[in-house]
Nanobody, 125 residues
Framework: QVQLVESGGGLVQSGGSLRLSCAAS????????VGWFRQAPGKEREGVST??????????RDSVKGRFTISVSRDNAKNTVYLQMNSRKPEDTAVYYC????????????????WGQGIQVTVSS
């Protein structure tokens, strides 16, 4: 059973940094794409970044390129997906979701079949 548990959210000032973590378990990481999505109030959920450990490639939406970095760590069978967010902007305010789906094609088109519960990230201006 896939489990994704986010942590690390909170309030940060504009221009500041924050790192989200996602404890991932219940699936073989190399067969999946993992990543982060977000949903701002009144807006649809959108992809922020995804990656695969199968070949190390990653994808970022244009508005976060150069500011956000996705990574994965493996430590004694514990898999953690990170999202390092630098130079935060007020428009980054949203609920952020850790997500996973089978790695079958382009990372920007991953079909997500597992979601975390979401975590609030607020950027003050």
């Amino acid at each position: 059973q896939v489990q994704l548990v986010e942590s690390g959210g909170g309030l940060v000032q504009s221009g500041g940094s924050l790192r989200l973590s996602c404890a991932a378990s219940g699936f073989i990481l190399d067969y999946y794409a993992v990543g982060w999505f977000r949903q701002a109030p009144g807006k649809e959920r959108e992809g922020v970044s995804t990656m695969t450990t199968a070949d190390g490639t990653s994808w970022y939406r244009d508005s976060v390129k150069g500011r956000f970095t996705i990574s994965v760590s493996r430590d004694n069978a514990k898999n953690t997906v990170y999202l390092q967010m630098n130079s935060r902007k007020p428009e980054d305010t949203a609920v952020y979701y850790c997500a996973a789906g089978p790695f079958l094609g382009p990372l920007e088109d991953v079909i997500i079949d597992s979601w975390g519960q979401g975590i609030q990230v607020t950027v003050s201006s």
